[in-house]
Nanobody
């Protein structure tokens, strides 16, 4: 069983940047596709970005394309979400997720397919 812990959230002004981290324990992330989701106040959980096991395939929600970057460092068992040009509408709780996959190229964008989740980290973007 893999456990995930997010960190790096906080308060930032519009136009600023933040990097979220998600550190795994219990298992190495080498065999896991990973993703980031967010839940804005009063809204449902939305897909942000996802990466395949290999890191070679990624996908992004249109709302963050060109501003956010997902990456992973398997040697540190950590995945990252680099967020730039932040907007007030990016304010949300951000969650990382992981799913063991056989294929190294599978990208998973559906929250319900992920069995492992972190507890979330909050990001507030002020205008």
């Amino acid at each position: 069983q893999v456990q995930l812990v997010e960190s790096g959230g906080g308060l930032v002004q519009a136009g600023g940047s933040l990097r979220l981290s998600c550190t795994a324990s219990g298992r190495t992330l080498d065999n896991y596709a990973i993703g980031w989701f967010r839940r804005a106040p009063g809204k449902g959980r939305d897909f942000v970005t996802a990466s395949s096991r290999s890191g070679g395939n990624t996908d992004y929600a249109d709302a963050v394309k060109g501003r956010f970057t997902i990456s992973r460092d398997n040697s540190k068992n950590t995945l990252y979400l680099q967020m730039t040009s932040l907007k007030p509408e990016d304010t949300a709780d951000y969650y990382c997720a992981a799913k063991s996959t056989i294929s190294p190229s599978t990208v998973i964008m559906t929250a319900s397919q992920y069995p492992h989740w972190g507890q979330g980290t909050h990001v507030t973007v002020s205008s």
